[in-house]
């Protein structure tokens, strides 16, 4: 071949293989044409290494009897499917969650269904669902103590879906010219009969609760209350707004009546208590000129525990592993795995908490990829978990997030006594 | 008298500005660009320098001057996310986050050039007085000032096709007239019901070297919904109004 015909061809193939040179786009009708029905969702992958704690208190209540070595490794994979079906003013929506799971225990699988429920708009200012839904009360990041008809999330995980309540629901919404720019009513009621939100608190009780929400010269302003019934009465308010373009203020705060909590003393008695307690939040949301956006929020639990509490059960703790270390019974242990999942085990426990997360999006011209850091620091025991994270989407409907955590502490403070010193894992999410 | 001739129409070759009302050529171009309340489909396409694309498309419904609503109804990993604009407050709506949380005109909630002001646009002359037109034959340039320190970009230049009204190219700066993006009007289309407008927002910007993102535009219409649609409360429902 001439050297001419193969430069011709050279430029030929280079030609075709740029998309982009000459390239028309276009935009067809069929791409937005809407049908139906909808089904959608994600398939999830996320190998994770964790590294004992050996020493700590949390670890002994659960491998007191058992051997894992330095490290162990879980693998989730989890299918997450939604779907709507849509005719004239009704619409059926349904989420599920099917989760198979591999850790040091073997395999188990577990499925839900998150949300399922009948949605009727008679008119743009007004809708109803009945059904398992989610409300997610509250304007706080990582925690929002006024989500009072929604499960705990997870602040290590805010935006995970939650699997809902079963509850009927409706909405107005009326729109103003003036200071009072809009208003809406959402009542809802939350039935906790047999096996039906027998997770939600006490049975056979009707619990009715309410949000109103304002746009207030620009701040947006909710005021809640839940009854009481399968929980004990709690109101509460919330606030948004901007006070820069690029600085936002938000805050929340509950009043819970008859909170109680089951607690621990030294001599490992256990008893309840109740009393009415108040738990906020204030929190802000900055965006700088580099496109870092920081994350800052201070929330006071006022369910959670007292400092004193928690060393005594960590000593509860000690006591039952000596005892069973010395050729005796493991019940103390037992008593205190019960109280760990019944309370002393859950995240954030205590009473006062810090929450920074900073994301940078798309430093060094890296189109999609957006690094953090998340810290959650236990005001009160001065322990802390610290996560740096890196998030790819570059891949249409591709999400590629590769993050560690570092739990820190001193013995006997939240953090220190966790089972794991450190996490890593890899997620891969696909959606569909 | 030659010399007072001379300083008359050396003047008068000057003054053409000052004929033109930058206000209402603002106006107008507006008007020109969409109705005051309509209903609309926006592909938006990032391209990167390798040529790798990403695509999102997304259903808008904006009514009078200061209220917009937008909602993507792809990829399926953003499907579903909406977007909400009343003046100066703007929110995003995550179904899995479940809840409206406040976002920034200079944010972009899909990465690339394009940012929220440019998904969520109102009027322009909503957001911008006009400090001064120029006419160079073919086109103006109008200078624009925004009005309140939280519009994204603090002053515009914007060419305008005389024929057409329209705009051919405008360059967003900052208060210290550094570039921040530059944006393409092309493919004038007629969308039906007197929308005659450019089908194609192409932009690139100096901070993103050799990456474009370019807006595409279809099912332009008219459509008038109730001021109840652009609140937080029926972020979920966006899609009903489709």
Known sequence: MPKRSLYNLLWIILFLASPCLGEEFTFDLTEVEKKPYHVGGY??????????????????????????????????????????????????????NFELNHTYLGWSDQGSLFEGYLSLKPSQSMHFNLGKQTMKWGKGYAWNPVAFVDRLKNPDEPDLNLEGFFMASASFIKSFDGPLKNFSFTPVFLPAYGDMNDDFGETGKLNVAAKLYFLYYDTDIDLMFLSEGSRSARYGFDFSRNLLTNLEI???????????????????????????????????????????????????????????????????????????????????????????????????????YLYLRISQ?????????????????????????????????????????????????????????KQNDYRIELRVRYYF | MTAFIFVLVALFAAAPVYAVDGKQLLEQVDRNL???????????????????????????????????AGLFISPASEKGRSTLRLGENMWLYIPNVGKPIRI???????GGV?????????????????????????????????????????????????????????ECLTEASML????????????????????????????????????????????????????LTFMPNIDSLR
């Open chain 2, 180 to 231: 921040i993006k530059t944006l393409y009007f092309t493919d004038i289309k007629d969308f039906g019901r007197g929308i005659v407008r450019p089908a194609s927002v192409e932009t690139d910007s100096p901070l993103y070297k050799g990456y474009k993102s370019i807006m595409l535009f279809a099912n332009f219409k008219k459509r008038e919904v109730a001021d109840e649609v652009f609140t």
């Open chain 1, 361 to 417: 999006k798309e430093p060094f011209d890296i189109l999609y990829f957006t690094p953090a850091i998340t810290w959650i620091f236990n005001v009160d025991d001065q322990s802390f978990s610290l996560s740096p994270e890196l998030l790819y989407t570059g891949v249409t409907n591709l999400e590629l997030r590769l993050k560690g955590t570092v739990l820190a502490g001193q013995s006997f403070s939240e953090y220190g006594e």
């Open chain 2, 34 to 68: 969409a109705p005051e309340s309509y209903e609309l489909y926006r592909k938006l396409i990032n391209i990167e320098p390798d040529g790798k694309k990403k695509e999102f498309v997304l259903f808008t419904v904006k009514k009078g001057k200061d209220k917009i």
């Open chain 1, 250 to 352: 938000h805050g929340e705060f509950a009043w819970i009546t008859d909170s109680k909590r089951i607690v621990i003393d030294e001599a490992g008695k256990v008893s309840q208590t109740e009393s009415d307690v108040a738990s906020f939040l204030i929190g802000f949301r900055y965006l700088s000129m580099q496109e870092t956006t920081y994350i800052f929020e201070y929330y006071h639990n006022g369910t959670g525990f007292t400092q004193d509490e928690v060393e005594n059960f960590f000593s509860f703790i000690n006591v039952g592993y000596d005892t069973y270390l010395a050729g005796r019974s493991d019940a103390l242990l037992k008593r205190a795995q019960s109280l760990s999942e019944s309370g002393y085990g859950r995240a954030n426990v205590m009473k006062d």
């Open chain 2, 114 to 170: 394009f940012n929220n002001s440019d998904i969520l646009q109102l009027d322009y002359s909503e957001e911008y007085n006009v400090a001064q037109v120029e006419d160079q034959g073919k086109e103006f340039l109008l200078h624009l000032k925004a009005k309140t320190k939280t519009v994204a970009y603090d002053q515009l230049k914007m060419w305008v096709d005389k024929d057409k009204v329209s705009p051919t190219k405008i």
């Open chain 2, 104 to 110: 920034t005109s200079l944010q972009s909630v899909i």
């Open chain 1, 43 to 96: 398939l999830e992958l996320r190998p994770t290494l964790f590294g004992l704690d050996r020493d700590s208190n949390l670890y002994k209540v659960r491998f007191y009897n058992q051997d894992e070595g330095k490290t162990t490794e879980q693998l989730v994979s989890i299918l997450q499917l939604e779907g709507s079906l849509e005719k004239g003013i009704a619409t059926l929506f349904a989420r599920a």
